[in-house]
C-alpha cells in the first residue's frame, strides 16, 4: 500500500440522566473511594526497536493519544510481522515507508482488520514521527507505516478522503538511521515507483521497556561522533596599545639679526 499520490506528489496530493422521581430513597450510599490517579504522559508510552540492515531505530509509541493504531502496531511486532519486511518506499525529503513488502516484491497478508483512522488527535507529522500509510479510505490503514523526514504540515490536512494521516508514534532514537535510508537510491521494481536499488530490510522489531529504551539511546548518542567544537574567538589584548606620542614640531627658525648699518666717516 502507497501513500495516496496526489500526496506523494502534493508533491503530485449523556448519557441521559434516568429520573428518580416516585422511587424509594435509596440507602445511604458507602463513600466513595478517591478517584485512581490518571496515568501520567510518560506512563502511557510504549516503546519499540526496529532492528534494519542500517542500524537500530528506536521508537515511543503514543497509546494515550492513539490507543487503537498503537495497539494495532504493536501486535503486529508481537506477531513478527515486520521481520524480513523492507523499507519499499523512499522519497528524499518527504518519508521513508515500509511494513508490508518482502524483498522478493511479495506483499504481506496482514492479519488483522483495517483501523479507524486517529489522525485528529493532536499529534503533527513532523519529522521524525510514525503515521500509517493508507488507501483513499480514511479507515483503510493495516500494517504500513511512514517515517516523515521533514515536517509535513500537508499530511495533518483532510487532503485524502477527506482526512489527514495519523501520527502515533516519533523517533527517539535513530534518525541517522533513517536519513541514511533516505539517501538510498531508488529504483522501480515490481511496478512500484521509489524502492531502492539496495534492500534495507528490518530484521527484527520488537517491543522493549523504557529502561532498554533508554539503554539503547544513551548507548547510540556514546557512538555518535563528537561534534567538532567551534574555533575559539581570539582574545582581545589585555591593554589597548598606547597611543603614539605626537612628534615635537621643531622650532622656528630664528630670524638672524639685521646687520649693523655701516658706520659715517668723518
Given at each position: 500500500?502507497r501513500?495516496?499520490a496526489?500526496i506523494a506528489?502534493?508533491?503530485f496530493?449523556?448519557?441521559s440522566l434516568a429520573?428518580?422521581q416516585g422511587t424509594?430513597?435509596?440507602a445511604?450510599?458507602?463513600?466513595?473511594a478517591?478517584?485512581?490517579k490518571?496515568?501520567t504522559?510518560?506512563?502511557?508510552?510504549?516503546?519499540?526497536?526496529?532492528?534494519?540492515?542500517?542500524?537500530?531505530i528506536?521508537?515511543?509509541?503514543?497509546?494515550?493519544?492513539a490507543?487503537?493504531?498503537?495497539?494495532?502496531?504493536?501486535?503486529?511486532i508481537k506477531e513478527?510481522?515486520?521481520d524480513?519486511?523492507?523499507?519499499?518506499r523512499?522519497?528524499?525529503?518527504?518519508?521513508?515507508?515500509?511494513?508490508?513488502?518482502?524483498?522478493?516484491g511479495?506483499?504481506?497478508?496482514?492479519?488483522k482488520?483495517?483501523i479507524?483512522?486517529?489522525w485528529q488527535?493532536?499529534l503533527?507529522?513532523?519529522?521524525g514521527?510514525?503515521?500509517m500509510?493508507?488507501?483513499n479510505?480514511?479507515?483503510?490503514?493495516?500494517s504500513q507505516?511512514f517515517?516523515?523526514l521533514?515536517?509535513?504540515?500537508m499530511?495533518?490536512?483532510?487532503?485524502?478522503?477527506?482526512?489527514?494521516?495519523a501520527v502515533?508514534?516519533?523517533?527517539i532514537?535513530?534518525?541517522?538511521?533513517?536519513?541514511?535510508?533516505?539517501?538510498?537510491?531508488t529504483?522501480?521494481?515490481?511496478?512500484?515507483r521509489?524502492?531502492?536499488?539496495e534492500?534495507v530490510?528490518?530484521?527484527?522489531a520488537?517491543m522493549?521497556?523504557?529502561?532498554?529504551?533508554d539503554?539503547l539511546v544513551?548507548?547510540?548518542?556514546?557512538?555518535?561522533?563528537?561534534?567538532?567544537?567551534?574555533?575559539?574567538?581570539?582574545?582581545a589584548p589585555?591593554?589597548?596599545?598606547a597611543?603614539?606620542?605626537k612628534?615635537v614640531?621643531?622650532a622656528?627658525?630664528t630670524?638672524?639679526?639685521?646687520?649693523a648699518?655701516p658706520?659715517?666717516?668723518g
Amino acid at each position: 500500500m502507497r501513500l495516496i499520490a496526489s500526496i506523494a506528489v502534493a508533491a503530485f496530493s449523556i448519557a441521559s440522566l434516568a429520573s428518580a422521581q416516585g422511587t424509594p430513597a435509596a440507602a445511604p450510599t458507602a463513600p466513595a473511594a478517591p478517584a485512581a490517579k490518571a496515568p501520567t504522559a510518560s506512563a502511557s508510552m510504549e516503546y519499540a526497536v526496529m532492528r534494519t540492515s542500517k542500524g537500530d531505530i528506536v521508537i515511543e509509541l503514543d497509546r494515550a493519544k492513539a490507543p487503537i493504531t498503537v495497539e494495532n502496531f504493536a501486535g503486529y511486532i508481537k506477531e513478527g510481522f515486520f521481520d524480513g519486511t523492507v523499507f519499499h518506499r523512499v522519497v528524499p525529503n518527504f518519508v521513508i515507508q515500509g511494513g508490508g513488502f518482502t524483498a522478493a516484491g511479495e506483499q504481506k497478508k496482514t492479519t488483522k482488520a483495517p483501523i479507524s483512522n486517529e489522525w485528529q488527535n493532536g499529534l503533527k507529522n513532523k519529522r521524525g514521527t510514525l503515521s500509517m500509510a493508507r488507501t483513499n479510505d480514511p479507515n483503510s490503514a493495516s500494517s504500513q507505516f511512514f517515517i516523515s523526514l521533514k515536517d509535513n504540515d500537508m499530511l495533518d490536512q483532510p487532503i485524502s478522503g477527506g482526512a489527514g494521516y495519523a501520527v502515533f508514534g516519533s523517533v527517539i532514537s535513530g534518525m541517522d538511521i533513517v536519513d541514511a535510508i533516505a539517501r538510498a537510491r531508488t529504483t522501480v521494481r515490481f511496478g512500484m515507483r521509489d524502492w531502492p536499488v539496495e534492500d534495507v530490510s528490518v530484521t527484527k522489531a520488537e517491543m522493549i521497556s523504557k529502561a532498554d529504551a533508554d539503554k539503547l539511546v544513551a548507548e547510540a548518542k556514546a557512538k555518535a561522533p563528537a561534534k567538532p567544537q567551534a574555533p575559539a574567538k581570539p582574545q582581545a589584548p589585555a591593554a589597548a596599545p598606547a597611543t603614539p606620542e605626537k612628534p615635537v614640531t621643531p622650532a622656528a627658525p630664528t630670524t638672524p639679526a639685521a646687520p649693523a648699518a655701516p658706520k659715517k666717516q668723518g
